[in-house]
């Protein structure tokens, strides 16, 4: 099993500048690269102090050059938002910038509010069409010359420049959640990427359900690997009620991402608060003790039982998603904890 990072700047108020959260995000990369890990991954987000990230390739860029290993994954840039041509000469551009270290994460898009900025208000459901006609044009256009005719963009004879360091390009991923988005993946060769948000684990059989089959379906030569994204937050076995300090960090992430999701309010400078807690009451799945068994929350040796049985599962990737409105001093105890202790046990 092959571990990866999933991180973006956050703020979550005026306490800390942009330039503190960058620098927290490189040195968590750093830590992440040190222990081991195969990937970093930056999403894509727009407008947002909770989740920064108005494009991954520059900041990919950047850690290509404070990094020796350690590939640099867009996880993921929003389909609707990028016109093929975009698409296949920056991703092509990271690859060469890190001598081959790229990988290309590909979403539909969720938030209505980025969707009514940034792609005239078209509905975020929507986005899927783009994804299904942006991922061929970006391969073919890393092949070579290739026109384009399709729904969405239509362009005449162009190739990606410069062309990737990887053949047939970087490796490319799609944010898959339904079995038609896992057929699409297999069928034009990408692996899968799935969150199983706040669910717990009989969602991650699931979502690993709808791989295999469509694996089975279209049996391709070179099986795609499947990575699995869950908040984690380790905590010291001398500490048994610390568990309860990770809960509520993403209780609070997932309350601000229903806030932005709803978008019924209009954000202040780019903050937006958290949905009240009293909406929740009637909804298990924002209770503490429930984060607990949804998100990867606990002590070393409970992380590694769970970690372990996704690997059992046939999970290829697991991917430390630190976002979770915590501190940098406790996310960076977390990850040292996963790194020391977890990632050891599962490889041992």
């Excluded at 339904?178 to 057929?183: K, T, V």
């Excluded at 692996?191 to 948000?197: A, D, E, H, Q, S």
């Amino acid at each position: 099993m092959d571990f990866s990072l999933f991180i973006h700047m956050e703020r979550w108020d005026d306490e800390i500048t942009h330039q503190q959260a960058w620098e927290n995000l490189v040195e968590l990369t750093l830590m992440a690269e040190a222990g081991g890990f195969r990937t970093v991954w930056i999403g894509e987000h727009h407008s947002m102090e909770y989740t920064i990230s108005p494009n991954p390739m520059s900041q990919l860029a950047y850690l290509a050059g404070k990094t020796e290993k350690i590939r640099l994954g867009a996880g993921t840039i929003i389909a609707p938002f990028w016109n093929p041509l975009r698409a296949a000469g920056e991703g092509p551009l990271l690859d060469v910038i890190s001598g081959g270290r790229a990988e290309m994460g590909v979403a539909r898009g969720a938030y209505q509010f980025e969707f009514d900025r940034m792609a005239d208000g078209l509905p975020a459901t929507d986005g899927g069409q783009h994804l299904r006609e942006l991922v061929p044009a970006m391969k073919k256009l890393w092949e070579g010359d290739y026109a384009h005719e399709g729904k969405i963009w239509k362009f005449p004879v162009s190739t990606s420049v410069p062309k990737p360091v990887q053949t047939p390009g970087p490796p490319v991923w799609v944010a898959a959640r339904d079995i038609n988005s896992h057929e699409f993946a297999v069928e034009n060769g990408c692996n899968v990427m799935v969150t199983p948000l706040m669910k717990d684990d009989d969602e991650v059989v699931d979502l690993l359900s709808k791989f295999n089959s469509a694996v089975d379906k279209f049996k391709p030569a070179d099986k795609p690997k499947i990575m699995v994204l869950r908040h984690t937050f380790v905590h010291d076995e001398n500490a048994p009620d610390h568990w309860k300090v990770g809960a509520a960090g993403v209780n609070k992430f997932y309350r601000t991402f229903d806030a932005w999701f709803g978008n019924k309010t209009d954000p202040v400078n780019g903050f937006l608060e958290p949905s009240p807690e009293s909406k929740f009451a009637d909804r298990p799945e924002f209770s503490l003790d429930s984060l607990r068994r949804s998100a990867m929350i606990g002590t070393p040796s409970e992380v590694i039982e769970r970690v372990r049985q996704y690997k059992e599962w046939g999970v290829d990737e697991y991917s430390f998603w630190c976002d979770n409105s915590l501190s940098h001093e406790e996310k960076k105890q977390s990850l040292k904890l996963f790194i020391d202790e977890v990632v050891p046990a599962i490889n041992k």
